[in-house]
């Protein structure tokens, strides 16, 4: 049986636009509205942040407070081993911004290191820049590829500076195991707001992205089928679930929404489905901004998926 523990990071250094580090309370503010009793059915523990950057300058311009980045990956990375150490432990994080998802894959190869990872990102966003290749230096936009130690320099349009480079070379390194996954390994749902550089990496490396139209024409039993044969040879799953794949006509409450998303029962038995597979070890909700919202609206939805999800996980 699976052990839940939730894994708490309020960061939003990541982001462009401010409110995300609100998120986790936002979702606890949803379970008290729906009368749920989760976030005291299950033991978590706080990661530190390092929010306190947002009101400083910003010294790297194609990487936005990557410094504290790299010590929130180095914690978070640390923490998340040491639960999936433990052989009933089943790590969600609920974060800020996305840009916190890298240090969860690396604390997961930690823990495994001699395993392949897969990875099932439900979002708007590839998130596979770099600082090489960013539009915004927003680094919410380039978790998978520290993953991937991905630089994508066959395409480059930034030219950085020394201290940025060897930062960013801290970020993929975290854990001393470089790459942590496979584009192979890599499976996308409901990616559909991309730039040039990130269509160039995923057509390259033939990268599976199943589109919102997609799976409302196949079914999600078969969108699962499709998962499964791409990640065939893992033997470990972590699925990150942005809250922006979701269709803006359910709520706004998001930093970057996007049209043509997931309705809500596409995505709770999307979730459902995926989080009964037994190599599942790691699921991840982010992005969720209460401060672009009205009556909480986006974080009761995830709440609500994010407890379906649970609940599948543990075969309930």
């Known amino acids: 049986m699976r052990k839940p523990k939730l894994v708490l990071l309020r960061s939003e250094l990541g982001a462009g636009t401010r ?13 008290i509205d729906l009368e749920s009793n989760y976030f005291r059915k299950y033991d978590s523990i706080d990661i530190e942040d390092e929010n306190w950057m947002l009101l400083e300058k910003v010294n790297h ?3 936005k407070r990557i410094r504290g ?24 994080v609920l974060a800020g911004d996305h840009s916190t998802a890298g240090g969860t894959i690396a604390g997961i190869k930690m823990a495994f290191p001699d395993e ?37 320099l066959e395409v480059q349009t930034n030219e950085l500076d020394e201290k ?3 930062l960013w070379e801290k970020l993929k390194d975290i854990g ?24 160039f990496l995923m057509e390259k490396h033939g990268v599976r992205n199943i589109t919102t139209r ?16 791409r990640l065939k040879d893992c033997s470990k799953i972590y699925i990150s679930f942005d809250v922006d794949s979701l269709d803006p006509k359910i709520s706004v409450g998001t930093g970057t929404p996007v049209p043509q998303g997931l309705r809500f029962k596409e995505a709770r038995e999307l979730l459902q489905t995926l989080c009964r597979d037994e190599r599942v070890c790691c699921l991840e909700f982010v992005e969720i901004n209460p401060t672009l919202d009205t009556e909480n609206a986006m974080a009761e939805t995830a709440f609500k998926l994010l407890e379906a999800a649970t609940d599948a996980a543990l075969g309930a």
């Open 69 to 92: 980045l790299v010590k929130i990956y180095n914690r978070l990375s640390k923490a998340i081993a040491k639960n999936l150490k433990k052989t009933d432990s089943f790590p969600i």
């Open 176 to 199: 001393g195991i470089t790459p942590k996954i496979k584009y192979a390994d890599l499976i996308y749902i409901g990616v559909r707001d991309t730039e040039a550089q990130e269509d």
């Open 214 to 229: 997609e799976l409302r024409q196949i079914g999600v039993e078969e969108v699962v089928e499709i998962v499964n044969d």
């Open 61 to 63: 311009k194609y990487a």
């Open 164 to 166: 940025t480079e060897e």
């Open 116 to 152: 392949r990872v897969g990875v099932i990102w439900i979002d708007a966003h590839a998130d596979i820049h770099s600082p090489y290749t960013t539009p915004s230096g927003n680094l919410h936009g380039m978790p998978l590829a520290t993953a991937l130690a991905e630089d994508n």
């Open 19 to 31: 409110g995300a580090s609100l998120g986790v309370d936002a979702l606890k503010i949803a379970a």
